[in-house]
């Protein structure tokens, strides 16, 4: 089992940028790829970025490549997510998620509870 915790939400402006936290628990955990989701309200839940296990490969989203970066500390159970140059369609709630190497959801088993990130003047 694996339980993810995220942290680092809150407002920023439109060209700021915003770093994210997500803490995993379990001994498992550097076994597993992780991913950043996001999901706007009425929207469906996007795929952003995913980490392979031992960090070694990343997978972008078009519309966050360039802007995002992924990164894990397998040492700390953590993986980061630093957004730059944020733009108010980037507003959502963002999700961590712990599975397969993947950019599709159905392979991830894992979930953290959200964090609301909210870009406005």
């Known amino acids: 089992q694996v339980q993810l915790v995220e942290s680092g939400g809150g407002l920023v402006q439109p060209g700021g940028s915003l770093g994210l936290s997500c803490a995993a628990s379990?001994?498992?955990?550097?076994?597993?790829?992780t991913a950043w989701f996001r999901q706007a309200p009425g929207k469906e839940r996007e795929f952003l970025v995913s980490?392979?296990?031992?960090?070694?490969?990343?997978a972008y989203a078009d519309s966050v490549k360039g802007r995002f970066t992924i990164s894990r500390d397998n040492a700390k159970n953590t993986v980061y997510l630093q957004m730059n140059n944020l733009k108010p369609e980037d507003t959502a709630i963002y999700y961590c998620?712990?599975?397969?190497?993947?950019?599709?959801?159905?392979?991830?088993?894992?979930w953290g509870q959200g964090t609301q990130v909210t870009v406005s003047s």
């Open positions: 379990g001994r498992t955990f550097s076994s597993y790829a």
């Open positions: 998620a712990a599975g397969g190497f993947s950019t599709k959801r159905f392979t991830y088993n894992y």
């Open positions: 980490i392979e296990a031992s960090g070694t490969s990343t």
